[in-house]
């Protein structure tokens, strides 16, 4: 059976697995039925396709009227559509109209996210030195990992602008019963839940030591990925 074939069964077959980018916009819209069959969330999709095999799975950075958002120097809202119990997330930066390298994580490395649906955060802070001014062009690459093991990825575009603003509080708001956990390299991490208006850094301690190995190995994985 061809390579394409078996790519395109895999992804039909694991179609409840998938996730959206509510804000900023996706590059293109990959739950959509019609997207589903031009476009796989398991091909990452922020970088211009290099495999024969492979073109057309991914979203590159050439499709015509992509949305760009405006976001603050300081960082920006993220809304995700999240369908598992559980995901790991992982969000990446890469800067340039054209990005092939998404080296800035601003999850550190990642979340753990307890509980399906909407994931807002007001504010996703990018780091102080990140050499942006006005105008500046990028792209952010999400990545989720469920049960499966399985890596799937959407991409949003954003220009970084001094005037943006964050999304107001009736446009950001976390599904009841959603929690993210902050986890790091060294196994700690925080968390909120659903009614926390902060930032996904802010709220109660958790005991997340049973994740220490996962954040290591995980990370490497998916930020090898990006690169």
Request: hydrophobic share 40%.
């Amino acid at each position: 059976m061809a390579p394409q074939t078996l790519l395109l069964l895999a992804a039909a077959s694991l179609a409840h697995a998938h996730f959206g980018i509510e804000y900023p916009p996706m590059r293109a819209n990959t739950l959509s039925s019609e997207n589903e069959e031009i476009y796989s969330q398991w091909i990452n999709p922020c970088l211009l396709t290099l495999f024969p095999l492979l073109q057309g799975a991914g979203v590159p950075t050439n499709i015509t009227n992509r949305p760009i958002t405006p976001w603050p120097l300081t960082g920006g809202s993220i809304k995700l559509d999240l369908h598992h119990p559980w995901t790991y997330v992982f969000i990446n930066l890469g800067l340039g109209p054209d990005v092939g390298n998404f080296n800035y994580t601003l999850t550190e490395p990642f979340w753990n996210v307890t509980g399906k649906g909407t994931l807002c955060i007001p504010h996703l802070e990018v780091p102080a030195d990140l050499p942006v001014t006005d105008g500046s062009k990028g792209s952010l690459q999400v990545v989720t990992l469920g049960a499966d093991g399985n890596a799937l990825y959407n991409c949003a575009d954003i220009e970084f602008k001094k005037d943006a603003k964050v999304l107001g509080g009736d446009q950001c708001k976390t599904d009841e019963g959603l929690s993210v956990a902050n986890v790091t390299a060294a196994g700690s991490g925080d968390a909120t839940n659903g009614d926390d208006k902060g930032s996904a850094a802010s709220g109660r301690t958790v005991d997340v030591v049973a994740l220490t190995s996962v954040a290591a190995l995980v990370s490497v994985f998916v930020l090898g990925l990006s690169v």
